[in-house]
T-cell receptor, first 112, second 114 residues
Framework: QKEVEQDPGPLSVPEGAIVSLNCTYSNSAFQYFMWYRQYSRKGPELLMYTYSSGNKEDGRFTAQVDKSSKYISLFIRDSQPSDSATYLCAMSGSGSARQLTFGSGTQLTVLP | EAQVTQNPRYLITVTGKKLTVTCSQNMNHEYMSWYRQDPGLGLRQIYYSMNVEVTDKGDVPEGYKVSRKEKRNFPLILESPSPNQTSLYFC?????????????FGNGTRLTVT
């Protein structure tokens, strides 16, 4: 069993829809949780960063962490075609970037 | 423009022919790292470097070498490539090797070993 599980999709939604992307994990030591966005033929870029449990909002994006369920989510409101990308969750149990564990990514397409 | 630059973007080679993928960052970052990305497996760390002359193995280091002689450069060396090293490779850097220091990724090198 992988430490981090992420549904690969693909996921297609109409423009304006609310998108929910999720990851589950098995390592209870994970404390740092990130979402990266990866456009086709590009490297991943950091989208959201949260520490421990709770919610964090940034514009149309909201990241949620539920450590009791070992479940993290990324919500995208009013989705746009420019949001079409692969979304990778990543997490770590310490302060070291060396120990970052990535999910395999969910491919999202927002249809105009 | 602040960036991580990898070269080449695409590389096709044959088994056993030594190759080097270069990585350079212009942000004066201390931490640099190499990942490979394979379908269904996500990003897996190959090697990382906390600073000049300091390198260490990641999760999948077999068949790879790295060096960090200068702060800005972190080349990945495959001395005898094999087909199972066919993959998409990413170099990344951050100001410090901690999780509150975001990783900046290059645009990737797609390697095919025949």
């Amino acid at each position: 069993q992988k430490e981090v599980e992420q549904d690969p999709g693909p996921l297609s939604v109409p423009e304006g829809a609310i998108v929910s992307l999720n990851c589950t994990y098995s390592n209870s030591a994970f404390q740092y949780f990130m979402w990266y966005r990866q456009y086709s033929r590009k490297g991943p870029e950091l989208l959201m960063y949260t520490y421990s449990s709770g919610n964090k909002e940034d514009g149309r994006f909201t990241a949620q962490v539920d450590k009791s369920s070992k479940y993290i989510s990324l919500f995208i409101r009013d989705s746009q075609p420019s949001d079409s990308a692969t979304y990778l969750c990543a997490m770590s149990g310490s302060g070291s970037a060396r120990q970052l564990t990535f999910g395999s990514g969910t491919q999202l397409t927002v249809l105009p | 423009e602040a960036q991580v630059t990898q070269n080449p973007r695409y590389l096709i080679t044959v088994t056993g022919k030594k190759l080097t993928v270069t990585c350079s960052q212009n942000m004066n970052h201390e931490y640099m790292s190499w990942y490979r990305q394979d379908p269904g497996l996500g990003l897996r760390q190959i090697y990382y470097s906390m600073n000049v002359e300091v390198t260490d193995k990641g999760d999948v280091p077999e068949g790879y070498k790295v060096s960090r002689k200068e702060k800005r450069n972190f080349p990945l060396i495959l001395e005898s490539p094999s087909p199972n090293q066919t993959s998409l490779y990413f170099c990344a850097s951050s100001f410090a090797g901690t999780n509150n220091s975001p990783l900046h990724f290059g645009n990737g090198t797609r390697l095919t070993v025949t």
